[in-house]
């Protein structure tokens, strides 16, 4: 007999209309969550600045040019080791450079070379900053630069670490108290989390207040994958689940275009918050789903949900819950029966309870850290790779739209497997070709870029259902649960990569490269679960990684009964995302 939920859709419809409406309008939320976490790329800029002037100015001097004006010499500022010469009104000469000032004790003549002896100062008066990109920024807003950069590059990691914590909090409260209220206060949150950034007073308010941000945009994310994932039928979920991301993606080419209209930073923030406020005002007509209210045992309620999906539907005659609850019944006795082991507690030893499972164990696990090291790494230096900056963003978003889609028919067509490693190995490839390329080229560094961007986000976005089809069904949550914290590791360590480019640019390349490479070889030795029926014991799961039989492809008779527990615990795969 077919489970209780692929009953109820068998009913319904796998994506019928009330389906698409729900889907629609719940991942265009989704885009704010890719909005939140890309906007610090323009937002915490450092421009090119000097320490402020001590005085008033009657001449300025950048090498050979004389400028009635600073602003005048930012087109021709080309490195950090620039200063510039000042003459005061009272005759004091002085050299500002980026982290201090030097007085001139010889100010005879003005000239931009000196072997006089100096006297040097501290940026007591503040910093000049180059305002012809951006008017303003927090770094110039709180002049995050000198002594207090590290402030500054503290800003993209302490909200990952917003999103890791989130991700944990909202998944355990939406099991407890439903998805449709947390829906609801994690979509108001991101609105009025995202405009009080924009009215923060200090640096640490407003790190604060990002931090509560990352909270909410990361539970809203996880709570909206399981939330459509058990609106939609096993027929449509492989290909609805993974678009989720595809609505991330353009959250992040709204970065871009706002970023491009807006040089401000607090009017910036403001319109990336009020660009989702749609659905913030709509969101509490969005239902509970009927598989967590029958969880819950509130039958006469998932009734009502039941009923409202068959009329959208144009259903006549909706199955009844009675009946849902009866092959449910059927289901528990004869699980019962056949896993008497399910009633045994498991913790993440379990993971590494052989040499097969946790060899398989610290595999996953580091394509999981890969692909989200990966994903940020080539998001945010996609700003630092030359030409339009604005444009580069939009790109490295737009990329991500088509690689969903090789996803889910590479992992139909090929395996999930033979869908990985050639992805994983041609992240690394286009790593190294990358850092071949001629810096001067920037249309072939930035296509180059994109390609990586495409290649990694393949991988990222299928490992989550080839981690479910990996482990049995008594540690498949621990497995999964555990890959989503090694993602959110990587993307924690993703900004920090990046500031790498300062020891060598091609520093963060290098490690990801490394890192995709390695992952890619390791994932020849795991066993391939196309069209193979999800393990119940470790016994069984350890069995298919030495099963050398090659898998035709064609799905066995009971394995849409195996497959239909992935939403069982499609909660604790949430987490996968971004």
């Given amino acids: ?43 915490a800029v450092t421009p090119n600045f000097v ?27 080309t490195s950090t080791e620039n200063y510039i010469v ?7 000469i002085w050299e500002l450079n980026q982290c201090s000032r030097s007085k001139r004790e010889v ?6 070379e000196y072997k006089g002896n100096k006297s040097k100062f501290s940026c007591s008066d503040g910093f000049l900053y180059d305002d012809t990109k951006w008017k303003s920024t927090v770094v110039t807003q709180w002049d995050l630069v000198c002594d207090r950069e590290w402030l500054a590059k503290l800003i993209q990691p302490t909200f990952m670490l917003g999103v890791l914590i989130g991700a944990v909090i909202f998944g355990d409260i939406a099991d407890r108290l439903g998805r449709q209220r947390v829906i609801w206060f994690t979509s108001a949150g991101q609105f009025v989390f995202g405009i009080a950034v924009a009215f923060t007073f200090d640096y640490y308010s407003f790190v604060i207040v990002r931090f509560l941000l990352a909270m909410v945009s990361s539970g809203y994310l996880v709570v909206a994958f399981v939330y459509v994932t058990e609106f939609v039928g096993i027929k449509a979920r ?52 009927p598989l967590w209210l029958l969880s819950e045992g509130r039958y006469e309620d998932a009734q009502k949900v039941i009923n409202i999906m068959a009329r959208w539907n144009k259903v006549s005659t909706p199955c009844k819950v009675s009946e849902l609850c009866s092959v449910q019944q059927d289901d528990l006795v004869r699980m019962g029966d056949n896993d008497t082991s399910s009633t045994k507690k498991h913790n993440i030893l379990d993971l590494f ?68 490693i050639p992805f994983l190995i041609l992240s690394a490839l286009i790593c190294v070709l990358i850092m071949f390329l001629p810096q001067n080229f920037n249309i072939l560094i ?35 649960g555990s890959g989503s914290m090694m993602c959110r590791v990587g993307s924690v360590v993703a900004p920090f990569c990046v500031y790498l480019r300062s020891v060598w640019i091609f520093m963060p390349l290098l490690l990801v490269g490394i ?33 050398k039989k090659s898998c035709s492809g064609k799905t066995p008779a009971h394995s849409g009964a195996a497959l239909e527990k992935i939403e069982m615990f499609g909660q604790e795969a949430v987490s996968t995302e971004k």
Avoid at 53 to 71: A, D, R, T
Avoid at 515 to 544: C, D, F, R
């Fill in 1 to 43: 007999m077919a489970p209780s939920s692929e009953r109820l859709f068998d009913s319904l419809g796998h994506f019928g209309r009330f389906q698409a409406c729900v889907y629609f309008a719940s991942v265009f939320q989704a885009m704010s969550c890719g909005i939140h976490y890309l906007a610090s790329v323009f937002m």
């Fill in 238 to 289: 492989t290909w609805a689940s993974m678009h989720v991301h595809a609505f991330f993606a353009v959250g992040v080419m709204v970065v871009a275009l706002v970023g491009y209209l807006v040089r401000t930073w607090w009017v910036y923030q403001i319109f990336l918050s009020i660009a989702t406020l749609p659905f913030v005002l709509c969101c509490w007509m969005l239902p509970e789903t």
């Fill in 51 to 77: 320490c402020g002037i001590p005085g008033n100015v009657s001449s300025l001097l950048f090498y050979n040019s004389s400028e009635s004006s600073i602003e005048d010499i930012w087109t021709l500022w």
């Fill in 515 to 547: 890192m995709a490479l390695l992952s890619g070889i390791l994932t020849i030795m795991l066993p391939e679960t196309l069209g193979k029926p999800l393990t119940n014991t470790l016994v069984e799961a350890t069995e298919i990684g030495r099963n």
């Fill in 353 to 420: 309870c052989n040499w097969h499972i946790a060899r398989r164990t610290i595999t996953v696990w580091l394509i999981w850290f890969t692909g989200s090291l990966g994903y940020y790494v080539f998001s945010l230096s996609s700003v630092s790779l030359g030409g339009n900056e604005y444009l580069n963003l939009f790109l490295i978003g737009a990329v991500e739209l088509p690689c969903y889609i090789i996803a889910c028919i590479g992992m139909d067509k090929l395996g999930r497997r033979n869908t990985l």
């Fill in 446 to 480: 930035i296509l180059a870029n994109m390609a990586g961007k495409f290649s990694i986000g393949v991988a990222f976005g299928l490992i989550y259902l080839y981690t479910a089809e990996l482990y049995p069904t008594i540690v498949r949550s621990l497995a999964v």
């Fill in 86 to 92: 000042v003459q005061l009104e009272n005759g004091e």
């Fill in 107 to 112: 100010t005879l003549d003005l000239a931009y």
